[in-house]
């Protein structure tokens, strides 16, 4: 699951001046370049890891003078005391969703969803504004760009309600595994399945392209959206951040 997890985080890295994403001491860590805690950090989940080696994970991470993060499942016993040790603060736990298979998501009929060019990151960044998607201070546009939407990992989605643009999401594909980010409905148009249906989308066309399973991170209050359309809880993962 990090795997896949570190893979996705590397293709958007890869597309940033700053960012980098890797293996270290068997920890997945990126850095994205953006400054905020989530979007930067060590991701662990190894019931073998060690204090020491998260810290020094945490450590490579640090060095990007970047508010950063601590993820790990709850088998790595050692990341609490990682965490502690840094003067980490305690955040809300994740949940961490897989879908082995197709996921259902019936396309309202007044939805329309096409794929997004590259040309129209900008697009992406105005509905997942609208949404409230990303924390404070972080606007869309500067994590998903048009070099993003570029990479050939990457598919971008918008679905249209006439000829306004209400939904959009994105996904990663890296080896056989699609990942689901970036999933935002304008709050006017919440709650009549065009995030499901965007979603459903984005998995259809990836497992089209060879993948067999997805996966996604969600909060408490997305978790009936994904579970609707199939997907299942994996673990929780506990999480830590700079102030």
């Known amino acids: 699951m990090v795997s896949a997890l570190v893979a996705s985080l590397d293709v958007v890295a890869r597309a940033r001046r700053r960012g980098w994403a890797r293996w270290l001491d068997g920890a997945?860590?990126?850095?994205?370049?953006?400054?905020?805690?989530?979007?930067?950090?060590?991701?662990a989940v190894d019931p073998a890891g060690s204090v020491e080696a998260i810290e020094a994970a945490l450590a490579r991470v640090a060095a990007a003078d970047l508010p950063y993060c601590l993820e790990a499942s709850p088998a790595c016993a050692a990341a609490p005391a990682a965490a502690a040790a840094l003067g980490l603060v305690a955040g809300p736990e994740v949940g961490v969703y897989?879908?082995?298979?197709?996921?259902?998501?019936?396309?309202?009929?007044?939805?329309?969803?096409?794929?997004?060019?590259?040309?129209?990151?900008?697009?992406h960044a105005q509905i997942?504004?609208?949404?409230?998607?990303?924390?404070?201070?972080?606007?869309?546009?500067a994590l998903v760009t048009p070099a993003v939407l570029a990479r050939p990992?990457?598919?971008?989605?918008?679905?249209?309600?006439?000829?306004?643009?209400?939904?959009t999401a994105l996904s990663v594909t890296t080896g056989d595994a699609v990942a689901a980010f970036d999933v935002a409905t304008v709050p006017e148009h919440r709650r009549r399945g065009y995030a499901t249906a965007?979603?459903?989308?984005?998995?259809?066309?990836?497992?089209?392209?060879?993948?067999?399973w997805s996966w996604l991170q969600a909060s408490d209050a997305a978790a009936g959206l994904y579970e609707r359309v199939g997907f299942t809880l994996l673990e929780r993962w506990r999480t830590w951040g700079t102030n």
Request: glycine share 12%.
């Open 98 to 123: 897989v879908a082995e298979g197709p996921v259902r998501g019936q396309r309202p009929p007044e939805l329309a969803v096409r794929r997004l060019q590259p040309p129209e990151a900008a697009l």
């Open 198 to 212: 965007l979603v459903a989308r984005a998995v259809s066309d990836a497992r089209a392209a060879g993948a067999s």
């Open 153 to 167: 990992e990457v598919r971008g989605y918008v679905g249209e309600v006439g000829d306004r643009p209400v939904a």
């Open 128 to 141: 997942a504004d609208a949404a409230d998607l990303l924390p404070p201070g972080i606007d869309a546009d």
């Open 28 to 43: 997945g860590a990126a850095v994205t370049g953006l400054p905020h805690p989530s979007l930067n950090g060590v991701w």
